[in-house]
Nanobody, 127 residues
């Protein structure tokens, strides 16, 4: 069974930080590009950040550049998203996703390109 489980969400004040984690089970992440997506009520799912299977290539949405950092530890089968200087507009359910790419540096950028998804973790930024 291939499974992704997010954790680390919660309630934080504007300007605060959260570290999201995504743990994989049933498969190794060595050959999977990974992405973080988020969806707020009434809005479409949007990509937040992406990372290639080796970790050598990353991509960020303009709205989070300079504030969020994506990282992965394939040995621990875990994907991370460090979120700093959080804003109310960051409030959403955050999902991690995986797509098989082998050893390619290709990074899918659209949500419908990813085959495996976690259950999501709620991030709420409010004062």
């Amino acid at each position: 069974q291939l499974q992704l489980v997010e954790s680390g969400g919660g309630l934080v004040q504007p300007g605060g930080s959260l570290l999201l984690s995504c743990a994989a089970s049933g498969f190794t992440l060595d050959y999977y590009a990974m992405g973080w997506f988020r969806q707020a009520p009434g809005k479409e799912r949007e990509g937040v950040s992406y990372i290639s299977s080796s970790g050598g290539s990353t991509n960020y949405a303009d709205s989070v550049k300079g504030r969020f950092t994506i990282a992965r530890d394939n040995a621990k089968s875990t994907l991370y998203l460090q979120m700093n200087n959080l804003e109310p507009e960051d409030t959403a359910i955050y999902y991690c996703a995986a797509e098989y790419t082998g050893s390619s540096w290709y990074v899918p950028l659209l949500w419908n390109e990813y085959d495996y998804w976690g259950q999501g973790t709620q991030v709420t930024v409010s004062s």
